[in-house]
């Protein structure tokens, strides 16, 4: 509880006796409580630090609504902004605050439901076998380690363009090794399309949403060769960037061999296609998956390099240093890197939120400003949501501004603490403490977007992190000055052993008994309420802290809840699986539907993989007609060409029959799941007491659920 006082009210509590301590004590805890109106009052002087939290509000609750919102809702919401405004600027001292908040929370959904329907994009409503042609925009790896490609200007058979998806993603199966993809091809191709999947269960992650804000319009893939119909343009300067991305990664690549080079490509071009699945697997299992993401420790880490080594540089001037402005001059050239690292690096929404938060940062030391503050963070933010307040959803968003302000919220004391530390140690331990400060203010994030946390992150970092300021980053520039002398040679080797060494402490860390703890999904509420906690926390004193403490604690109850309430029964949206919750975990129908099982399991906090889940005692019967107890009733699932044939004997007997192909007409009193059923409530959980959510009931109706 001592979080909830000031320093000064603490000592004068320890000072007190008897009878005065309580009063004093009560005042440093709840002081808000006795003048409220002048709390307030005092409070919007951190109206600005609250901008995000507010528009953060708005978004959040576009995304919770169950239905898409119509012109009422959004002209409701505009009178609200519109008087809120009024009442900030011409009210009350004490209710400014409130109406400024209620204001940007207004706006925050109008923005939210403007920005979903400016990238609104047809998407596919069937699955489609046949001719695809389009322009590679995008290259990639999917987790089987195969190729995949991003289309525009797509043009699909017998599809009207109005129709059309204005993106497509194809996976490339088979032998595709003659083929050397380029951004800004035109290819054409036979692929296997449909609309993006639903989520795998009611509460998961919802893919759709995340392919409307991308305008991606189907997903699929091709066993036939891809076909070229014309190079890259070179007028095309929308895929310039591209191109010298894949033309520089592999150029790193050519200099450094095997999983190192692709690393070093990943950090410095953001163009992670070269990867390997188990590359990407032990660094997401050791905490350093975060080093392969462009954001704001690359981006930090190269203005840095590059504003450290204008300053010092221009200092050897000797007296003309004394009276050029040679921080302000660092600061431009910092900003110019940045600018140019963002280009290069491509439009991941990490990288672009890196940059607005490093060009703040930046543009405030040409101000005269302090560069690293809580207004800093608070600014970038709220552009971000204002620019694309899906952001909010993203765990990027989320770990990056979570991690900051945590780190900035220390700063203060690691300053006065570090002073009574031996100089010797203070770089090792500061090390240590930011690791364990970013790691422990990421942590729920993580947890909770995937339900999984290394154990070991925090030794892993400490580890890898000084091998990126010291030797990755700083090598990379210098082997950008060197190149057109020819003389990156030595700065590439270096920068190679700087990644050989961090997959080395990746493979080592993750190699470790008990190097990851599966985590159970947590409910809807609980990351919102631990971040308004942890904000309120760091915004507001006396009661607003004690306040602030118990929205973390509810948030950390009712996870603590979530694993008792992991759904007995699970039904994928298309009849693929079945799993069916038991004492040793959940069982499966079968080893297959990988992804959807995968997820399945890895909300329940289960490590098992899906052979050992399948081989659980719960279903047995041939592979066809898996049967299994559920509730005291019969419960099968039925899949292959004679599903149809068994179906009026297994209905007969009651109980749940799931099937993977559409019925015309019921067949007997059992409560059939099939095909047709499954398409308009997504998929299905069923509790141990019967009680059914499916994905439509959570989901709702909205512009990326409609069929």
């Given at each position: 509880m001592a979080i909830n006082a000031e320093p000064g009210d603490w000592a004068q509590a320890e000072g007190a006796t008897g009878a005065g301590r309580a009063p004093r004590l009560i005042a440093a805890l709840f002081g808000g409580l006795s003048d409220p109106l002048g709390a307030l009052a005092r409070a919007r002087a951190q109206l600005f630090l609250w901008m995000p939290?507010?528009?953060?509000?708005?978004?959040?609750?576009?995304?919770?609504?169950?239905?898409?919102?119509?012109?009422?809702?959004?002209?409701?919401?505009?009178?609200?902004?519109?008087?809120?405004?009024?009442?900030?600027?011409?009210?009350?001292?004490?209710?400014?605050?409130?109406?400024?908040?209620?204001?940007?929370?207004?706006?925050?959904?109008?923005l939210a439901g403007l920005r979903a329907h400016l990238v609104a994009a047809p998407v596919l409503q069937y699955r489609y076998?046949?001719?695809?042609?389009?322009?590679?925009?995008?290259?990639?790896?999917?987790?089987?380690?195969?190729?995949?490609?991003?289309?525009?200007?797509?043009?699909?058979?017998?599809?009207?363009?109005?129709?059309?998806?204005?993106?497509?993603?194809?996976?490339?199966?088979?032998?595709?090794?003659q083929f050397s993809p380029e951004p800004g091809t035109q290819v054409m191709l036979t692929a296997n399309l449909s609309p993006p999947p639903p989520p795998a269960a009611p509460r998961g992650y919802d893919f759709r949403r995340t392919a409307w804000f991308d305008r991606l319009g189907a997903i699929g893939y091709t066993r036939a060769p891809v076909l070229r119909i014309a190079p890259p343009d070179p007028g095309d300067w929308a895929m310039a960037a591209h191109r010298a991305r894949m033309r520089l990664s592999a150029a790193i690549q050519s200099r450094?061999?095997?999983?190192?080079?692709?690393?070093?490509?990943?950090?410095?071009?953001?163009?992670?296609?070269?990867?390997?699945?188990?590359?990407?697997?032990?660094?997401?299992?050791?905490?350093?998956?975060?080093?392969?993401?462009?954001?704001?420790?690359?981006?930090?880490?190269?203005?840095?390099?590059?504003?450290?080594?204008?300053?010092?540089?221009?200092?050897?001037?000797?007296r003309p240093a004394l009276i050029w402005p040679t921080k302000k001059l660092a600061a431009i050239a910092a900003l110019i890197a940045a600018s140019g690292y963002l280009w290069l690096a491509g439009p991941a929404v990490s990288t672009q939120r890196a940059w607005i938060m490093v060009s703040i940062m930046l543009l405030a030391v040409l101000a005269d400003r302090r560069a690293l503050s809580l207004r800093t963070v608070a600014l970038a933010a709220s552009l971000l949501l204002i620019w694309r307040p899906e952001s909010l959803t993203e765990p990027g968003f989320q770990m990056s501004f979570a991690a900051t302000t945590a780190l900035i919220v220390a700063l203060g004391p690691w300053t006065r603490t570090s002073r009574h530390l031996p100089?010797?140690?203070?770089?090792?331990?500061?090390?240590?403490?930011?690791?364990?400060?970013?790691?422990?203010?990421?942590?729920?994030?993580?947890?909770?977007?995937?339900?999984?946390?290394?154990?070991?992150?925090?030794?892993?970092?400490?580890?890898?992190?000084?091998?990126?300021?010291?030797?990755?980053?700083?090598?990379?520039?210098?082997?950008?000055?060197?190149?057109?002398?020819?003389?990156?040679?030595?700065?590439?080797?270096?920068?190679?052993?700087?990644?050989?060494?961090?997959?080395?402490?990746?493979?080592?860390?993750?190699?470790?008994?008990?190097?990851?703890?599966?985590?159970?999904?947590?409910?809807?509420?609980?990351?919102?309420?631990?971040?308004?906690?942890?904000?309120?926390?760091?915004?507001?004193?006396?009661?607003?802290?004690?306040?602030?403490?118990?929205?973390?604690?509810?948030?950390?109850?009712?996870?603590?809840?979530?694993?008792?309430?992991?759904?007995?029964?699970?039904?994928?949206?298309?009849?693929?699986?079945?799993?069916?919750?038991?004492?040793?975990?959940?069982?499966?129908?079968?080893?297959?539907?990988?992804?959807?099982?995968?997820?399945?399991?890895?909300?329940?906090?289960?490590?098992?993989?899906?052979?050992?889940?399948?081989?659980?005692p719960a279903f047995s019967g041939p592979r066809g007609a898996r049967i299994a107890q559920f509730r005291r009733a019969p419960l099968t699932h039925l899949t292959g060409k004679s599903a149809k044939e068994v179906l009026p004997a297994i209905c007969a007997k009651g109980g749940i029959v799931v099937i993977s192909t559409g019925v015309e007409t019921p067949t007997g009193p059992c409560d059939l799941w099939d095909a047709a059923r499954l398409r308009e409530t997504g998929a299905v959980a069923i509790s141990a007491k019967g009680e059914v959510t499916t994905t439509a009931q959570i989901k709702g109706r909205r512009l990326w659920t409609r069929p």
């Open positions: 939290v507010a528009l953060g509000v708005g978004v959040g609750a576009y995304f919770s609504l169950g239905v898409e919102p119509g012109w009422s809702i959004y002209l409701t919401a505009l009178t609200i902004c519109a008087v809120s405004l009024t009442l900030w600027l011409r009210g009350a001292a004490w209710f400014r605050l409130p109406a400024a908040l209620i204001a940007l929370s207004a706006l925050g959904l109008m076998y046949g001719p695809v042609s389009g322009r590679i925009v995008k290259i990639d790896r999917a987790r089987s380690d195969l190729i995949r490609l991003t289309l525009d200007r797509v043009r699909i058979d017998r599809i009207p363009p109005a129709k059309t998806p204005a993106r497509v993603r194809v996976t490339l199966h088979g032998d595709q090794s450094i061999a095997g999983q190192p080079g692709a690393v070093a490509a990943a950090l410095m071009t953001g163009d992670r296609s070269g990867l390997s699945e188990a590359t990407r697997e032990a660094m997401r299992r050791s905490s350093l998956a975060h080093l392969i993401a462009i954001s704001g420790l690359h981006m930090g880490m190269l203005a840095g390099f590059v504003f450290g080594l204008v300053r010092y540089g221009l200092a050897l001037a000797g100089r010797l140690l203070r770089p090792v331990l500061m090390l240590v403490a930011t690791s364990l400060i970013a790691g422990a203010a990421t942590a729920p994030i993580v947890a909770a977007q995937f339900h999984r946390l290394s154990e070991y992150g925090v030794l892993a970092n400490l580890f890898a992190v000084p091998a990126m300021g010291l030797v990755i980053m700083p090598m990379g520039v210098l082997a950008a000055l060197l190149a057109p002398l020819g003389l990156a040679g030595p700065a590439l080797w270096a920068m190679g052993q700087g990644t050989a060494w961090i997959l080395r402490v990746a493979e080592w860390v993750s190699g470790l008994e008990g190097s990851v703890l599966a985590i159970v999904q947590p409910g809807p509420w609980v990351i919102p309420s631990i971040a308004l906690g942890a904000l309120g926390g760091i915004l507001t004193r006396g009661a607003g802290r004690s306040a602030s403490v118990v929205l973390i604690l509810l948030g950390g109850a009712l996870w603590l809840r979530a694993g008792a309430e992991r759904p007995a029964l699970l039904i994928a949206p298309e009849a693929q699986q079945v799993g069916l919750m038991t004492s040793q975990g959940r069982a499966l129908s079968k080893p297959g539907a990988g992804f959807i099982s995968e997820r399945w399991l890895a909300a329940d906090g289960d490590e098992a993989t899906l052979e050992e889940a399948a081989a659980r």
